[in-house]
């Protein structure tokens, strides 16, 4: 509290602590914000991840961020980034899929948002390390 005869060292440490006490509190609200716009571009991406169109612009508007925001964010909150996680969500989708016996790997590049089905099994065989059809062969 500050009085006339209040000394001047204590009112300013007083007024920096004050200072400290509302940029934490800043701090947490900026952080929760984003996590919160985190979790939706993630349920985004989960509904949406199968469409080959999936932009990290798109899913930064929906969430209202600026791409490269977004993508610093999303990398610092999960730790992959935009692409990996799509990556990921796909892959594991097209595993699931080849376990399917009636399932034909190039109707799988499809349904997991590949239109071209050699860069989907060039993908395919970075992430599992084998090609589509011979991870097909061996779940058969």
Known sequence: ??????????????ASAALQ?????LRERTNWHSRVSMNLAKA???AHFREESLSLQQVA?????????????????????????????????????????????????????YTDYSHFAKVFKKYYAVSPKEYKRRVD
Do not use: N
């Open 1 to 14: 509290r500050f009085t006339p005869e209040s000394d001047p060292d204590d009112l300013a440490q007083q």
């Open 21 to 25: 006490r509302t940029f934490e509190a």
């Open 44 to 46: 985004f991406i989960d």
């Open 61 to 113: 508007q929906a969430v209202d961020m600026s791409p490269s925001y977004f993508s610093r964010v999303f990398k610092e909150e999960f730790g992959l980034s935009f692409i990996q996680y799509v990556t990921k969500l796909r892959m594991e989708e097209a595993a699931k899929l080849l376990s399917d016996p009636f399932c034909k790997t190039y109707e799988v590049s499809y349904q997991v948002g």
